[in-house]
Structure formats: C-alpha cells, structure tokens
C-alpha cells in the first residue's frame, strides 16, 4: 500500500516539476519575443510569439503582439487571422477593433471593415479617425462603381520587392527598391528580412 502512495506521490511530483518548467520556458520565450518586438525585429518575434502561442493558445497578450508584428511589415492577411482570433477570445480592446477594421479594408473586405469601424465609433465616438476611413470607404466605392474601365499593371521594371517613389531624372525612371527578396542582398533589416532600399 505504502509503495502504491509513494509511486504516486512521485508521479505527481514529476507533473508539477514539468508543468512549472513548461511555464517558465513560456515565461522565456515571450520575453525574448518582446526583446524581438522592443528592436523592431519583427520576424524574429513572430517566430518566437507562435512558438509562444502553441504552447498556450488562450494568451491573449500573445495573440494581440502576432497582429501588432504582422501590421508592422504590412502583412494584413495576417492582422486580420490574429485580431480575429483575439476577438473569438472576447479579449479585443477598442483599438484592436480599429486596427481590425483597417485590415479587413486593406484585404478588400469593404463591408466587412464598414461594420467594425461602427462598432468602435460606438466605443470611441470622439475619434476623429472614423469619418476619415468611412470617407476612405465611400471613395472606394464610388471608384469600384467604374472599375470595369480600367485594368491596373505591373511596369516592365517593377521588382517582386518593395518599389516605390518613382521620379523622371535625366529621361530615365529611378525608384526606390529592395530588389528581388529571394536574391538573398546584404544587409537586411531585421524587421522584414528585406535587403536594404537602394536606387
């Protein structure tokens, strides 16, 4: 009888060590994440914030900092699956309903962004942000009304990289870049893992 208590005894013992040191690698992870995240690191902290998030998927600080990461480099696709996540959570703030709205408006979602951005002008009617984007909405709409008239193009120059600011020098088209990502450039920045911009 005594044997039976003590090997029972030690079992839960062992789960208790286990899960307290499960718990303190979390505890690590995110705050190397946030590390990440403090220098603009922002791939390495999403790395790190969904290794942090399978180990405990009812984290909403977790989740809220995937999205916060994902804006950062412009990955809308992304915000939009966190702050969704975060809201079957029932953990959103105001502002994570905002940002919600804007990433819906961004992956073309117009409807869908016009019904976030009234629920958070019912929570925050004094932001000044709302008429703007519902103006922003309206402006889209009225340009879908005529879109069959146009077709929009990739120019002969444009890279699979960031381009942007074109200017006319010299009878030539000279823009900023970070050429094509997968030509692995030297040095890149840490929050995108794109190469430098260059002309």
Known sequence: MWKKVKIISGLVVLLLLIANLSFGQLKIT???????????????????YTYAYERDKNNAYVVRRLADC???????????????????MNEQTPEDIF???????????????EEALKEYSVLRPEDGRVNLEQSLLDYIDFLLQDSTRYEVESVPFSTPGSDWG??????????????????????????????????
């Open 99 to 113: 940002y919600y709205a804007m990433a819906l408006k961004s992956n073309g979602k117009y409807t869908d962004s």
């Open 70 to 88: 994902y804006r950062n480099i412009g990955r809308t696709e992304d915000v939009e699956k966190w702050l969704k996540v975060l809201m079957e």
């Open 30 to 48: 995110i705050k190397l994440a946030d590390q990440a995240f403090s220098d603009f690191s922002w791939n390495e902290a999403i790395d790190l």
């Open 166 to 199: 074109p200017v006319v020098y010299d009878n030539k088209v000279i823009f900023v870049s970070t050429g094509d990502p997968e030509n692995n450039r030297d040095p890149k920045y840490v929050w995108d893992n794109l190469p430098f911009l260059d002309l």
